[in-house]
């Protein structure tokens, strides 16, 4: 089993419509909350999680939503939550 730290940020673009930007790969929980709280300042919106599994079998447990920021964010946590 390993985990994933991924920092999702989201900004608005040229016709006012809401994109993902890229999301990044962290090495810790402590890094994804640093990062997560520093992009806030900037971003539309911003979602820290967690992800435990096993890539070899696909076996893969919920995510942990670790930072949340933006008015939309539920929705997306919603979203990362129920993800494959």
């Known amino acids: ?3 994933y730290f ?3 940020t989201y900004s608005v673009n040229r016709k006012r419509k ?3 930007d ?6 810790s929980e402590a890094e ?5 709280e520093r992009l ?3 971003k539309f919106g911003v979602i820290a999680f967690s992800r435990t599994g096993d890539a070899k079998t696909g076996d893969w447990e919920d995510a942990k939503i670790l930072f949340q920021f933006g008015d939309f964010a539920e929705e997306d946590a919603e979203a990362i ?3 494959a």
Request: no cysteine; glycine share 4%; net charge positive.
């Open 1 to 3: 089993m390993q985990t």
């Open 6 to 8: 991924v920092v999702q």
């Open 18 to 20: 809401i994109e993902a």
């Open 22 to 27: 890229q999301p990044r790969q962290v090495q």
């Open 32 to 36: 994804a909350l640093r990062l997560g």
């Open 40 to 42: 806030s300042e900037t």
């Open 81 to 83: 939550r129920s993800a």
